[in-house]
């Protein structure tokens, strides 16, 4: 299937590694002109050479998005090198760290990071033709999950920020939604350092899955990809959610 994505614009937060790397390289080969960013340099680099190498363009910054000045003058310089901004992709997260710090890091990161990135696009989304935003939350927002946490509550709240945001730019023709990744395995990442170090909460979880296993980045992304899709032009206000079945309320 073609998602007529070819020469769009999009723009990944916390895109060399995981999900955000994932959709980075999905958009790419897809036909569409990435620009990313993420804190260290050298795996922006590394990124950017490797997204070019699929042959479009692509343009990236070392960001931390909490530095609301430098996440705004990314996303400037971001539409420049790509000639604008179609798809927004708000990715990074603030983990989920214990204590008054762990809040403020989540807070910072996953609502006030995509608060700041969407009001920094905006300008160039209401003059896009296919103008689209998601947000990555999880399904640790939707029940609880391990314990009562910053990262829980925030990525909560980014579902809901998402859904009032869709509300509002509808009448400009920009379509909002939020994406619920379930258990991914990633190597290097969460739930690989939990079969690692917690196996029997991991393996509780895993015979949890009705589908039997965990999920990829690149299923995340094949997500993405159709949201930010001409063929997804009447998804809006909608949390996709994408986890084999672990969540076990009935979704509608």
Request: glycine share 12%; net charge negative; charged share 15%.
């Amino acid at each position: 299937m073609d998602l007529q994505l070819k020469g769009q614009k999009a723009l990944i937060t916390g895109g060399t590694k995981g999900i955000g790397r994932a959709i980075a390289e999905t958009m790419a080969a897809e036909g569409c002109n990435v620009a990313i960013c993420a804190r260290n340099e050298s795996e922006v680099a590394a990124a950017v050479e490797a997204l070019q190498a699929r042959g479009v363009t692509a343009y990236g910054q070392a960001v931390d998005v909490v530095d609301g000045d430098a996440l705004k003058a990314w996303v400037a310089a971001a539409a420049e090198a790509l000639g604008g901004i179609d798809c927004l992709v708000s990715n990074v997260s603030g983990g989920n760290a214990p204590g008054e710090d762990g809040w403020r890091a989540n807070f910072e990161h996953d609502v006030l990071g995509a608060v700041r990135l969407v009001e920094a696009a905006m300008p160039y989304l209401e003059i896009s033709e296919n103008a689209s935003i998601v947000m990555i939350s999880s399904v640790a927002a939707l029940e609880k999950f391990i314990a009562a946490g910053a990262y829980n509550s925030m990525k909560a709240a980014v579902i809901q920020y998402a859904g009032a945001l869709a509300q509002d730019v509808g009448g400009k023709g920009i379509r909002v939604n939020s994406i619920s990744p379930g258990p991914i395995m990633i190597e290097g990442g969460s739930w690989d350092f939990i079969k690692q170090n917690m196996t029997p909460f991991y393996e509780a979880t895993l015979a949890d899955i009705p589908l039997g296993r965990m999920g990829s980045a690149d299923e995340v992304a094949a997500q993405v990809a159709l949201l930010a899709s001409p063929l997804g032009s009447f998804t809006t206000a909608s949390n996709i959610v994408i986890d084999g079945g672990v969540t076990k309320r009935i979704q509608f």
